[in-house]
């Protein structure tokens, strides 16, 4: 158990190959050729992000969706718009095999992670 972390749902750190393939750290020529392109167009900054899953659960489906959305967004205070659109860019809702129950993985800003104390933890499990 973390101290301080107040979540109301279990946090997953799968092991790489389990990831989404969305939500899988970026490989260093990957940052390289972003980076680039970033220049090319004048952007000053790219956000550095690590993968989190977090379970929901619910009566039906949605309410498992809307669960996991809603424990992401409070973990890491953001809304749940923004859990939304970074679920469905960088990562993925899968089905559990229990009904009513969703895991739901993105790629986190690493500021948010390491508000929340669990960068360190991200990191070791992803080699970042």
Do not use: W
């Not at 301080?4 to 190959?17: A, M, N, S, T, V």
């Not at 050729?33 to 900054?45: M, T």
């Not at 939304?84 to 992670?113: C, E, F, Q, S």
């Amino acid at each position: 158990m973390l101290k301080g972390l107040k979540i109301d749902g279990p946090i997953l750190l799968p092991r790489l190959e389990d990831l989404p393939h969305l939500a899988r750290p970026f490989a260093s020529a990957e940052k390289e050729a972003a980076r680039r392109l970033a220049d090319r167009f004048g952007q000053d900054a790219l956000e550095d992000a690590a993968p989190i899953q977090m379970v929901g659960s619910g009566a039906n489906l949605n309410e498992a969706a809307d669960n996991g959305l809603t424990r992401l967004a409070e973990l890491l205070c953001i809304s749940k718009e923004e859990v939304m659109n970074r679920v469905a860019i960088t990562g993925a809702v899968d089905i559990g095999r229990l009904p009513g129950m969703v895991t739901l993985t993105m790629l986190a800003p690493m500021t948010k992670l390491t508000e929340v104390g669990l960068a360190e933890l991200v990191k070791k499990q992803y080699g970042l």
